[in-house]
T-cell receptor, first 115, second 112 residues
Framework: DAGVIQSPRHEVTEMGQEVTLRCKPI?????LFWYRQTMMRGLELLIY????????DSGMPEDRFSAKMPNASFSTLKIQPSEPRDSAVYFC?????????????FGEGSRLTVL | QQQVKQSPQSLIVQKGGISIINCAYE??????FPWYQQFPGKGPALLIA?????SEKKEGRFTISFNKSAKQFSLHIMDSQPGDSATYFC???????????FGTGTKLQVIP
């Protein structure tokens, strides 16, 4: 079975540009999570969805960040306008419904560089 | 109260040696403690996990030790190999909540 699929794997853009990161979760998984990883702050949870509905976006750093999940097999994380401090690796992860056992299935990440 | 503190930040171990990574938590409501392994350019992947009613869990060369009274848990990698070189994250979760709280990560390098 395919794992979590993210695109693009690498993105280099200039400050002020719009960035859209994409994620396809594992089929049948009810929960989708967006994380950001930096050396300074480690893995930060940005937002998560349950059955395509955003449940907790308290980790979204500011209004420049938005996320959507229009259907069970697709989610986007958008940054507009992008800034150099947004440079990080963005991970999407998914898991099945039911009791939280801490097991998440991560994609390979999208490395964003904002110049 | 949701934090998980992890140490050391980096670790260099000789091949064949024991790698030890430690984590501590505050929230006694956590009831599941997974460890993740991340190789460069890849996403984290679940390595091994433990529940607080168990003091130790072993899978191959990887062992989790859990001290509920001290609110600490640790990962031991026996007979460390260069292929174990990766970043390791401890984490904690609660059954009724959907978030997973991650430690800050330990970059392990196993040298020949």
């Amino acid at each position: 079975d395919a794992g979590v699929i993210q695109s693009p794997r690498h993105e280099v853009t200039e400050m002020g540009q719009e960035v859209t990161l994409r994620c396809k979760p594992i089929s049948g998984h009810d929960y989708l999570f967006w994380y950001r990883q930096t050396m300074m702050r480690g893995l930060e949870l940005l937002i998560y969805f349950n059955n395509n509905v955003p449940i907790d976006d308290s980790g979204m750093p500011e209004d420049r960040f938005s996320a959507k999940m229009p259907n069970a097999s697709f989610s986007t994380l958008k940054i507009q306008p992008s800034e150099p401090r947004d440079s990080a690796v963005y991970f999407c992860a998914s898991r099945r419904g039911g009791r939280n056992t801490g097991e998440l299935f991560f994609g390979e990440g999208s490395r964003l560089t904002v110049l | 109260q949701q934090q998980v503190k992890q140490s050391p930040q980096s670790l260099i171990v000789q091949k064949g040696g024991i790698s030890i990574i430690n984590c501590a938590y505050e929230n006694t409501a956590f009831d599941y403690f997974p460890w993740y392994q991340q190789f460069p350019g890849k996403g984290p992947a679940l390595l091994i996990a433990i529940r607080p009613d168990v003091s130790e869990k072993k899978e191959g060369r990887f062992t989790i030790s859990f001290n509920k009274s001290a609110k600490q848990f640790s990962l031991h990698i026996m007979d460390s190999q260069p292929g174990d070189s990766a970043t390791y994250f401890c984490a904690a979760s609660r059954g009724g909540y959907q978030k997973v709280t991650f430690g800050t990560g330990t970059k392990l390098q196993v040298i020949p």
